[in-house]
C-alpha cells in the first residue's frame, strides 16, 4: 500500500472481535490469565491492545521492525539515552530542541554520559568528532534532527549513517518536523527514529505523546525492557486519540507544506524580516539533501525580524496566528526560541549558532494562506519602531 492508505489502515486496522473500524480503548490496568503463564496481556504497562495498534502502526509506516509509545517526545528521548551507560559519549546537534538538550546536559549528565556539540550537516566536523573519540571514549550515538529546530538544518541521514556504523555508533533520527509522511530516516541507514507525537502525527493539539521506531529486533526487546521498567508508558484514550490523527497526517501536511512555501515567500520578499530558515528554498543550504530524502519540506519556518520591527509587539499584533508552545496542529502557531523552546540552552551558544533574541518561529497551519499572510502583513506594520 501507499503512505496515504497506510495512514488510515497500516497497524492493526480495526478490531477482530467487534468488527468495529477503529481500534476500541481498552481502558483497563491487568487482564485474566487463563493458567499461570498462560495469558496474551499481562498488565498494561507491559502491554496494552490500543497502545499495541499504535505501535504497529508507526513501525509500518517508517519501515521498521517495531515501534514503542511513551508518554511524552521526551520520555521516547529519555528511554533512547537509557541504552547508555556510565562513561558513554554521544553528538548531539549544535541548534537542537531544547528540552532535549536539557534532558543531555541536566538529566543524564549526572550520570556521566558525555555529549559533544557538532554541527551534524558537515561531515568533516562529524567524522573529525568520531576520530579525535575512537581511542579514548568512542562515541556510541549520533543524534540528528534534520530539519534542526529552530533553524532548519538539513542533515544527509544516509551519509551520516555509514560514517556512523564505520565508527560502531548508532544513528539516532529525530524526525518529529517530517513525520513518516515526507521523510523515513530508517530508509536511509539510521538506526532509531524518534517522534513528538504530539506535534504533526496528532496534529490537533490535543494529546502529548512521544514514539520510538527501530530497524533491529535486538534493539527493539532492549527498549521495549526499558519502556517496561522505567514505565513511561502512553496510555489508552492518548493511543486512541492518536491513532484518530494519523488517519488525516497526509491531508494536513499537504495543506501544511502548500501554505509554508506560499508564505516563505511572502517572508523572503518582505522588508520586515532580515532572515529567513526554510528548506524549500531553492538557495537554501541544505535543498537539495532535502529533496533526495524527503518528499516535501513540511510546515516550520524560523525567521528573524528586522531591526526596525518590535519582536515583542509583534507576536502581541496577531490575531489569528496563536504565541504558544508546541507545533504541528492544524491551527497556526508562533514562538520565541531563545525564552521559550530553547531557553533551557545558554545562552552563548544561543548567539553562536543564531539563535537570537528576534529570531521567530512558525508553524503553519492548515488555515486559508491568504488570511495567514494578511494577519502577518498587518501585524510587521503595527510593530513598526
Do not use: W
Amino acid at each position: 500500500m501507499k503512505i496515504e492508505s497506510l495512514l488510515v489502515h497500516g497497524g492493526i486496522d480495526g478490531d477482530e472481535f467487534t468488527g468495529a473500524v477503529n481500534v476500541p480503548i481498552y481502558q483497563t490496568s491487568t487482564y485474566k490469565q487463563a493458567g499461570l503463564g498462560d495469558y496474551k496481556y499481562e498488565y498494561s504497562r507491559t502491554g496494552n491492545p490500543t497502545r499495541e495498534a499504535l505501535e504497529k502502526t508507526i513501525a509500518t509506516l517508517e519501515n521498521g521492525v517495531g515501534g514503542l509509545a511513551f508518554g511524552s517526545g521526551m520520555a521516547a528521548i529519555t528511554a533512547v539515552l537509557s541504552l547508555f551507560k556510565s562513561g558513554d559519549k554521544i553528538i548531539i546537534p549544535n541548534n537542537l530542541y531544547g528540552g532535549t538538550f536539557r534532558v543531555v546536559d541536566k538529566v543524564f549528565k549526572n550520570f556521566n554520559i558525555n555529549y559533544e556539540i557538532v554541527d551534524i550537516s558537515r561531515l568533516s566536523e562529524v567524522r573529525e568528532v568520531l576520530e579525535d573519540n575512537k581511542n579514548n571514549t568512542p562515541i556510541k550515538a549520533i543524534l540528528i534532527e534534520t530539519p534542526t529546530n529552530p533553524l532548519m538544518d538539513i542533515t544527509d541521514i544516509e551519509e551520516v549513517s555509514i560514517l556512523a556504523k564505520e565508527f560502531g555508533a548508532l544513528t539516532v533520527v529525530d524526525n518529529t518536523f517530517m513525520s513518516p509522511y515526507l521523510q523515513r530516516p530508517l530508509d536511509f541507514g539510521a538506526d532509531v527514529v524518534v517522534h513528538s507525537a504530539t506535534k504533526y502525527l496528532g496534529g490537533h493539539s490535543n494529546v502529548v505523546a512521544g514514539l520510538i521506531v527501530v530497524n533491529d529486533q535486538e534493539l527493539l526487546e532492549k527498549l521495549h525492557f526499558i519502556q517496561n521498567s522505567t514505565g513511561g508508558v502512553l496510555g489508552p484514550f492518548d493511543s486512541f486519540i492518536l491513532l484518530q490523527g494519523i488517519k488525516t497526517l497526509g491531508v494536513r501536511l499537504d495543506r501544511h507544506n502548500e501554505n509554508a512555501s506560499k508564505i516563505a515567500e511572502f517572508l523572503l520578499n518582505s522588508n520586515y524580516v532580515s532572515k529567513i530558515y526554510y528548506p524549500g528554498l531553492k538557495d537554501s543550504k541544505g535543498y537539495e539533501i532535502q529533496k533526495k530524502q524527503a518528499s516535501g519540506f513540511g510546515g516550520m519556518i524560523s525567521f528573524v525580524v528586522a531591526d526596525n520591527v518590535d519582536y515583542k509587539k509583534f507576536v502581541k499584533s496577531l490575531k489569528l496566528i496563536t504565541l504558544a508552545e508546541s507545533l504541528g496542529g492544524v491551527e497556526s502557531l508562533i514562538c520565541h526560541p531563545a525564552t521559550m523552546t530553547h531557553a533551557a540552552i545558554p545562552y552563548e551558544i544561543r548567539q553562536k549558532v543564531g539563535i537570537v533574541d528576534n529570531l521567530l518561529r512558525l508553524s503553519v497551519g492548515i488555515e486559508n494562506v491568504d488570511d495567514l499572510i494578511d494577519d502577518l502583513n498587518n501585524a510587521f506594520k503595527e510593530s513598526l519602531m
